[in-house]
């Protein structure tokens, strides 16, 4: 089946550094891969994505790139801002199912 | 603006009592989900529906019920044969052309407390 697999959280990091959270997966097929984040208190909102290998999706000053060779799609940030602070979700979803994979989430704690 | 709207944001009940959860979309979009989250844990899928008049169960799908009698509108139902109702409860929604991905569109959540 498919499946993803995110670093454990939670990543602490003080405003302004490089933000790096893992994301690798496993799937039958080419997936679309994606990142959601989730503030406190609320639903989650679609950050980025990529449909295809070599794609980099980017919003916000986030960035990941699909690896199709690694099977991952690690999302990175140059500076990090205490707004930040939030759950990131990496999930997959493959063409003819539309029930997405979510990965458990890395929660994000940023000090000023 | 489009969007999905969940009502209420809070919501407060005691054992036994059955309760519904309400999701509302105006995005046009056919398939609808409902997820539980718990706290520290990832998402987990109750039902999902892609046409109206017809949904699937999902992982947890126990204790809990669901209809889809308009496109835009996607209830959720959690009975006293739940064992744990306390959670954060999200519906979500995406269209049905793989070119986007299947991309999810999230309401703000409900958050349930059974006592």
């Known amino acids: 089946g498919n499946s993803v697999t995110q670093m454990e959280g939670p990543v602490t990091l003080s405003e302004e550094a490089f933000l790096t959270i893992n994301c690798t997966y496993t799937?039958?097929?080419?997936?679309?891969l994606f990142w959601y984040v989730q503030y406190p208190g609320e639903g989650l909102q679609l950050l980025l994505k990529?449909?295809?290998?070599?794609d980099k999706g980017s919003n916000k000053g986030f960035e990941a790139t699909y690896r199709k060779e690694t099977t991952s799609f690690h999302l990175e940030k140059g500076s990090v801002q205490v707004s930040d602070s939030a759950v990131y979700f990496c999930?997959?979803?493959?063409?003819?199912?539309?029930?997405?994979?979510f990965g458990r989430g890395t929660s994000l704690i940023v000090h000023p | 603006d489009g969007g999905i709207t969940q009502s209420p944001k809070y919501l407060f009940r005691k054992e036994g009592q059955n309760v519904t959860l309400s999701c509302e979309q105006n995005?046009?979009?056919?398939?609808m989900y409902w997820y539980r989250q718990d706290p520290g844990q990832g998402l987990r899928l109750i039902y999902y529906?892609?046409?109206?008049?017809?949904?699937q169960k999902g992982d947890i799908a126990e204790g809990y019920s669901v209809s889809r009698e308009k496109k835009e509108s996607f209830p959720l139902t959690v009975t006293s044969a739940q064992k744990n109702p306390t959670a954060f409860y999200l519906c979500?929604?995406?269209?049905?052309?793989?070119?986007?991905?299947?991309?999810?569109?999230f309401g703000p959540g409900t958050r349930l407390t059974v006592t």
């Open positions: 529906s892609q046409i109206v008049n017809d949904f």
């Open positions: 990529a449909t295809k290998a070599d």
């Open positions: 799937a039958t097929g080419y997936p679309s």
């Open positions: 999930a997959l979803s493959i063409g003819g199912s539309y029930i997405p994979t």
């Open positions: 979500a929604s995406s269209v049905l052309d793989s070119g986007s991905g299947y991309e999810q569109y």
């Open positions: 995005l046009n979009h056919d398939a």
